[in-house]
């Protein structure tokens, strides 16, 4: 059983587009704001990666340099940042923006101690600029973000389903969903619910994972609160 007093949310620049699917979508923005602000009121203390994928994916650009490719990506992910920021100090809450990249009139560079003393005040954590580096994913930073602010685990909002299955639901009636699941099952079966280097940073680390449906934001108060939706990643003893 995992406890939830500090939760790491992974939110996707897929999300964050909303009906638009592509850039940022108001409607999707507030609905998740006034979410986040129950989960705050529910007394968790919440750091949030925001992913970039509304705007730029590093590895779909064929003809540039990856590497150009990635700082531009991770570049978008601070434009989600501040919007989300904007999202949630608009509702009261009180937040702060980290990156990984320093650009300081814009925002705090990341610095772990900070950030956890931010947590601890009731300041919601944005993590900005992925790991800072190029060749990695907002998933491997949320992996990696969750563990270094010890986070209890890692709430990962899907887009279009609203758990693990064995195949597309979408496309198979008889695709099967999991409950429970171990991150050797997620690599062994190729689920692809994150990355292979964000699936083994938490495997390595034991951080527990909740995959659950975002489509409806409500579904991340009901993680919190511990009902059983989505799947559970994790240890052997599930949830
Ligand atoms: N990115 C990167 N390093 C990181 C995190 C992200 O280079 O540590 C870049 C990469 O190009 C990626 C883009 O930022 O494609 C947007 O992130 P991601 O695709 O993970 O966003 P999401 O799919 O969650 O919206």
Redo the contacts with the bound molecule.
């Keep these: 059983m995992y406890a939830n007093k500090r939760v790491l949310i992974k939110l996707?620049?897929?999300f964050l587009a909303g009906k638009k699917g592509f850039g940022m979508d108001d409607d999707a923005i507030n609905s998740i704001a006034k979410v986040l602000k129950d989960v705050h009121e529910y007394g968790v203390e919440i750091g949030i990666v925001v992913?970039?994928?509304?705007f730029?994916?590093?590895?779909n650009d064929n003809d540039m340099d990856r590497t150009v490719?990635?700082?531009i990506?991770?570049l978008?992910?601070v434009m989600n940042a501040l919007r989300v920021q904007a999202a949630l100090e608009s509702l009261g809450l009180e937040t702060r923006v980290q990156t990984a990249i320093q650009m300081n009139e814009v925002a705090e560079p990341f610095i772990v101690r900070r950030a956890i003393r931010h947590l601890e005040k009731g300041r919601v954590v944005i993590f900005a600029a992925?790991?800072?580096?190029?060749?990695?994913?907002?998933?491997?930073?949320a992996a990696l973000r969750a563990l270094e602010i010890k986070a209890d685990c890692i709430l990962l909002g899907k887009t279009g389903t609203d758990a693990i299955y064995d195949k597309d639901p979408n496309k198979h009636d008889d695709a099967k969903k999991f409950e429970n699941l171990t991150y050797q099952e997620i690599l062994s079966k190729n689920l692809g619910i994150m990355d292979a280097s964000a699936t083994s940073l938490c495997q390595d680390n034991n951080m527990p994972l909740v995959v659950f449906g975002i489509d409806d934001p409500s579904n991340l108060l009901k993680v919190v609160k511990g009902e059983k939706i989505g799947t559970y990643v994790g240890g052997n003893n599930g949830r």
């Design positions: 996707s620049g897929e992913g970039g994928g509304n730029w994916r590093g590895r490719s990635d700082n990506g991770m978008g992910t992925g790991t800072g580096h190029p060749y990695f994913s907002t998933d491997t930073t």
